[in-house]
């Protein structure tokens, strides 16, 4: 019961920082799962790229959409299943990639 409170927590905390901090990505908000859908359709439609430079250059890991088949080309999957400060690393990653994704492309 405690693992389950502490993991939505997380996931209130991420889709919290997530709408305030990088607006471009749309959440899917989880109900039964630790895991959280990032509609990176704003930014990309090559989410494996996206997840090759999110690693390359913020060291941050997350799944690629198009892994999983489907619609998935537009999305990363995020593990929300850790410790609160690794999470808050993690999206404090997720927010400089995506800027410095955006500036890659744009050329700046």
Same mark, same amino acid.
């Given at each position: 019961?405690?693992?389950?409170?502490?993991? $939505?927590?997380?996931?209130?905390?991420?889709?919290?920082?997530?709408?305030?901090?990088?607006?471009?990505?749309?959440?899917?908000?989880?109900?039964?799962?630790?895991?959280?859908?990032?509609?990176?359709?704003?930014?990309?439609?090559?989410?494996?790229? *996206?997840?090759?430079?999110?690693?390359?250059?913020?060291?941050?890991?997350?799944?690629?959409?198009? $892994?999983?088949?489907?619609?998935?080309?537009?999305?990363?999957?995020?593990?929300?299943?850790?410790?609160?400060?690794?999470?808050?690393?993690? *999206?404090?990653?997720?927010?400089?990639?995506?800027?410095?994704?955006?500036?890659?492309?744009?050329?700046?």
């Amino acid at each position: 019961d405690q693992l389950l409170v502490y993991l $939505e927590a997380n996931r209130d905390y991420a889709v919290d920082y997530i709408r305030k901090n990088i607006p471009e990505i749309k959440v899917c908000v989880p109900e039964g799962t630790y895991l959280l859908w990032l509609d990176c359709g704003a930014v990309t439609h090559d989410s494996g790229d *996206l997840s090759r430079f999110l690693r390359r250059e913020a060291g941050l890991w997350l799944s690629s959409g198009s $892994e999983y088949r489907g619609n998935g080309g537009t999305f990363l999957r995020m593990n929300l299943a850790c410790p609160r400060s690794r999470l808050e690393e993690g *999206l404090r990653r997720l927010k400089q990639g995506i800027t410095a994704y955006q500036a890659a492309r744009s050329g700046r």
